[in-house]
């Protein structure tokens, strides 16, 4: 639908108050609207911390680390952009202080701004303009800016600046600023509070920033009195300042709830694009089916090293609602800490489960207890999906226990092991550098036909997301086969053992790529819809067995 006259249209969604109010949803929400209204969305995310990227931080200090098909190790909001719509992300989807700076210092350093003094402004703020006007494209109608971090802060101050010259500069008409705020519920006064958003516009106003449309997060409904007292002291029209109430069933809903209230009308009446009708029809449809599945619940254990911080697997977690919703089952997740399982035992843990998934991770902390999770779910043909480092533990599992090789390992984990199934790739083995230095973004696989990954990709050649520096030593490949594992994709022209699988069991696969950074909430990825559907299958059979009640 090309309704589109004029140049590529900005949007910049800022947020107030507090942290981790969902601007990555809001934002990926908005991209789908404005792609249901037949515009092609591109996005991208700017942070203001010094890290240049997020590689080197840990799951703790930052959650996920999303990898883009062209190998960027990005913010998790990445994830939502891509979940959510048709939105691809690359390395121009996410820009730090970091990197910014980093692109500056360098030109100085090579001479660039002979004879001039370096400064914030303008040479931050051009470095961050320039990085936004990478979104500008012929096939890009809408692009949408989120600038991480809160107003207020200092470190978010050059973005801010930058986003409003970057506004000045290409009109009124052609960009819009939205403000993410809270409107927090004070229970003792049984009150809605607008002065926190009040203030936080404040912030933005001494900026030069005046919001055109202010979301507003908040546990219970706004009343009118409520928009209208927001609308007149952050200076936005009555109609603009809209609520987004806590979701109750899931993320999936928040697109739905933003359309009822026409926020994707505002914006293209806002920057002069054509109203193009919307079509949501197979979003409320996925959405109906999350909300009301036909089969009940199926419980799936995640055993993995960062339970305890929701957002370290996010994508993983996203993908088994994916998986859940091609069977039309919730996925109820239990998280087990895989140094637990060490500790209390496996049966403890993980008994009951209809699932298993070990996911990826770094370092020897709770290793042993993945490998005896790995053991319960072979032993017990428990449906299982190993990732990453979830397929590595699969592999060392087999050679100790069924290949006889005792303490076989991970070269990771014990460098003297006389078995190192799992051992460092050749190129990584000269890297010192740490940071966007791994095997790092989409490679080929060969899939075997025959297999359960063949089955599931229904298709030889794929291309699957990468984030590792150790991998299956090929020295074991004969004997592990002769034994009954099965290598059933393979990194043409490299010879890497990309993905394991068992063949007497129901469903044993074990990849060395991250499926989960390719599933969506339309498109379940192929290995997360088998995953699930194996285990509703195994649950079927296990509540068969169950003694009836009379
Ligand atoms: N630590 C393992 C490696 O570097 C696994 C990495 C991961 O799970 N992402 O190969």
């Given at each position: ?5 004029g140049?590529?249209r900005h949007i910049f969604v800022t947020g107030g108050v507090?942290?981790?109010l969902?601007k990555?949803?809001t934002a990926?929400s908005l991209a789908?609207l404005l792609?249901?209204r037949?515009y ?102 809408i692009?949408i800016t989120e600038i991480?971090?809160?107003a ?8 801010l600046?930058?986003i409003r010259?970057f506004r000045h500069?290409i009109g009124r008409q052609n960009g819009l600023f939205i403000h993410l705020t809270l409107v ?8 809605l509070k607008t002065k926190p958003s009040q203030q936080s516009v404040g912030i933005l106003r001494t900026i030069g920033i005046i919001p055109d449309i202010l979301i507003c997060r908040c546990?219970?409904s706004m009343t009118d009195e409520h928009k209208e007292k927001l609308a007149l002291f952050c200076d936005v029209d009555r109609n603009k300042v809209i609520e987004e109430k ?8 928040v697109p739905?709830e933003l359309a009822r209230q026409d926020v994707d009308v505002y914006i293209m009446e806002l920057l002069h694009l054509h109203v193009n009708?919307l ?272």
């Amino acid at each position: 639908m090309a309704t589109r006259t004029g140049p590529t249209r900005h949007i910049f969604v800022t947020g107030g108050v507090v942290s981790s109010l969902g601007k990555g949803l809001t934002a990926a929400s908005l991209a789908l609207l404005l792609e249901r209204r037949g515009y092609r969305v591109k996005m991208q995310k700017l942070d203001p911390y010094l890290n240049v990227d997020p590689g080197t931080m840990s799951p703790y200090q930052h959650g996920e680390v999303y990898v883009t098909v062209d190998g960027a190790e990005t913010d998790l909001d990445l994830g939502h952009y891509e979940r959510f719509g048709g939105v691809t992300c690359n390395r121009n989807s996410n820009y730090t202080s970091g990197s910014i700076y980093r692109s500056v210092i360098c030109r100085e350093r090579e001479g660039g701004y002979l004879g001039k003094t370096v400064q914030v402004i303008p040479h931050i703020t051009d470095e961050i303009k320039a990085a936004i006007r990478s979104l500008d494209a012929d096939d890009v109608d809408i692009a949408i800016t989120e600038i991480g971090g809160t107003a207020g802060d200092i470190e978010s101050l050059p973005f801010l600046e930058a986003i409003r010259q970057f506004r000045h500069e290409i009109g009124r008409q052609n960009g819009l600023f939205i403000h993410l705020t809270l409107v927090p519920y004070i229970k003792a006064a049984g009150e809605l509070k607008t002065k926190p958003s009040q203030q936080s516009v404040g912030i933005l106003r001494t900026i030069g920033i005046i919001p055109d449309i202010l979301i507003c997060r908040c546990e219970h409904s706004m009343t009118d009195e409520h928009k209208e007292k927001l609308a007149l002291f952050c200076d936005v029209d009555r109609n603009k300042v809209i609520e987004e109430k806590d979701v109750e069933h899931s993320i999936y809903e928040v697109p739905l709830e933003l359309a009822r209230q026409d926020v994707d009308v505002y914006i293209m009446e806002l920057l002069h694009l054509h109203v193009n009708p919307l079509k949501l029809d197979d979003w409320e449809t996925m959405v109906n089916t999350l909300i009301h599945p036909e089969h009940g619940t199926v419980e799936i254990a995640v055993v993995g090293k960062y339970i305890s911080l929701k957002d370290a697997y996010k994508s993983i977690y996203e993908s088994l609602t994916h998986g859940g919703i091609a069977s039309s089952v919730k996925v109820e997740v239990r998280m087990v800490e895989s140094e637990d399982i060490e500790k209390q035992g496996v049966e403890a843990l993980l008994k009951g489960v209809s699932g298993i998934l070990v996911p990826g991770g770094f370092g020897d902390r709770g290793i042993e207890g993945k490998i005896k999770t790995v053991e319960y779910a072979r032993m017990n043909k428990i449906p299982f999906f190993g990732i990453c480092l979830g397929m590595q533990c699969a592999t060392i599992e087999f050679a100790r226990h069924v290949c006889g090789m005792k303490n076989a390992n991970s070269t990771e984990f014990n460098s003297e092991t006389a078995f190192p199934v799992i051992d460092m790739m050749v190129e990584q083995k000269k890297v010192t550098a740490k940071g966007g230095t791994m095997r790092l973004g989409a490679f080929p696989c060969k899939v075997t036909e025959g297999t359960k990954a063949g089955f599931a990709y229904g298709a030889t050649d794929i291309q699957e997301r990468h984030r590792h520096r150790y991998e299956f030593n090929n020295k074991y490949r004969d004997q592990m086969a002769k034994q009954g594992l099965v290598f059933s994709g393979i990194c043409p022209g490299r010879d890497l053992v990309e993905i394991v699988e068992l063949k007497d069991h129901p469903w044993f696969v074990a990849c060395q790529f991250h499926p989960e950074f390719q599933s969506t909430a339309l498109k379940a990825h192929p290995l997360f819809r088998d995953f699930v559907a194996a285990a509703v299958k195994f649950r079927g059979k296990s509540e068969a067995r169950k003694p009836k009640k009379t």
